[in-house]
């Protein structure tokens, strides 16, 4: 009898579950106040994390920004005054774990208890498989994904004892299905996908519903991070490259509705869904007619150019 009822309550709450979502499809949600939060961006020397962080601060949020490179970060950082929030800026090396943990004692010792962590920060090495550097490769497993395990070890607790906080994973389409000739960035954003979801499910066994998270999936956002990547010419229209604002504001939305996941453009959903539906074959077909399964070629060709002419610049 127990078990019927728990089948019952779990149809209701499925359904339920479909029908807010067809709702808030249609009907704009409301967004939550995040005015005098401290949020914490990896990243924010980046395109991306400069206007994730332009955003948040236009919400009221004060800042804190992590980045390797301490000049954009200082600029990010003064962009982000203008507006009239207090910012805290740390030069950081995510690839390393006691950067992260001794940075981390610091920002809770300067600037206060972290409430909204992005996890915005990413790389790709750029090169073939078998002629890419280990440490490159590592590199990219290190800062895209193994670091979402040290950040979160290092601000969770105080979310946690709160009941309080929100964690944005910003991973990629290329963490829901993979192309050709970046493996080391679909295996960390696979990864990343992963950890997303587990903490989530583990943050809801243990009925901590004050902490909310989002999964950020965008499609190539043209950060020039991916300079060259390009489909079939036909189709390149209906799929370009993200406009970075575009992307970063889509995702605010998704935060500030407290909407668990977003794929950018939506049509990302099609195969996301797809690769699971559908057999192996079949997608290596309709990879192959959009140009996806040759789609980085260009890209990888640009970064060898880069490396001959002594110019790389790992984003």
């Known amino acids: 009898m127990l078990f019927i009822l728990d089948l019952l309550l779990m149809l209701i709450h499925l359904t339920a579950s479909i029908l807010s979502a067809v709702i808030n499809t249609v009907i704009r949600p409301r967004l939550k106040c995040i005015e005098g939060e401290l949020c914490l961006i990896t990243g924010a020397?980046?395109?991306l994390g400069r206007l994730f962080a332009l955003e948040f601060a236009k919400e009221g949020a004060h800042l804190v920004l992590w980045d390797c490179n301490t000049a954009a970060n200082e600029q990010t950082a003064a962009l982000a005054r203008e507006l009239g929030v207090q910012v805290h800026v740390y030069t950081v090396d995510l690839s390393q774990?006691?950067?992260?943990?001794?940075?981390?004692?610091?920002?809770r010792q300067e600037a206060g208890q972290v409430s909204i962590l992005v996890n915005n920060a990413g790389v790709v090495a750029?090169?073939?498989?078998?002629?890419?550097?280990?440490?490159?490769l590592e590199r990219t497993l290190l800062v895209n994904?193994?670091?979402?395990?040290?950040m979160t070890k290092a601000f969770l607790p105080q979310m946690k004892s709160s009941n309080h906080g929100h964690i944005i994973t910003v991973a990629s389409a290329l963490g829901l299905f993979s192309t050709a000739c970046v493996e080391d960035y679909c295996a960390s954003k696979f990864g990343a996908v992963g950890f997303h979801e587990s903490l989530t499910h583990e943050l809801h066994a243990e009925n901590l519903n004050g902490i909310k998270t989002t999964l950020v999936c965008p499609y190539i956002v043209d950060t020039g991070m991916f300079e060259g990547c390009e489909i079939r010419q036909e189709l390149r229209s209906l799929i370009p490259p993200l406009e970075p604002l575009y992307t970063v504001q889509q995702s605010m939305q998704a935060i500030l509705s407290e909407q668990q996941m977003i794929c950018i453009p939506r049509l990302m959903y099609i195969p996301f869904l797809t690769r699971a539906l559908l057999p192996w074959e079949a997608n290596v077909a309709t990879y192959r007619f959009m140009g996806g399964d040759k789609c980085m070629m260009p890209f990888i060709k640009n970064t060898e150019q880069k490396i001959a002419n002594g110019d790389v610049n790992h984003k």
Not at 97 to 107: E, G, K, Q, W
Not at 126 to 136: H, I, N, S, T, V
């Open 97 to 107: 774990r006691h950067s992260i943990y001794h940075t981390a004692d610091r920002v």
């Open 45 to 47: 020397g980046g395109v």
């Open 126 to 136: 750029g090169r073939r498989l078998l002629e890419c550097p280990d440490e490159l």
């Open 145 to 150: 994904c193994h670091a979402l395990f040290w």
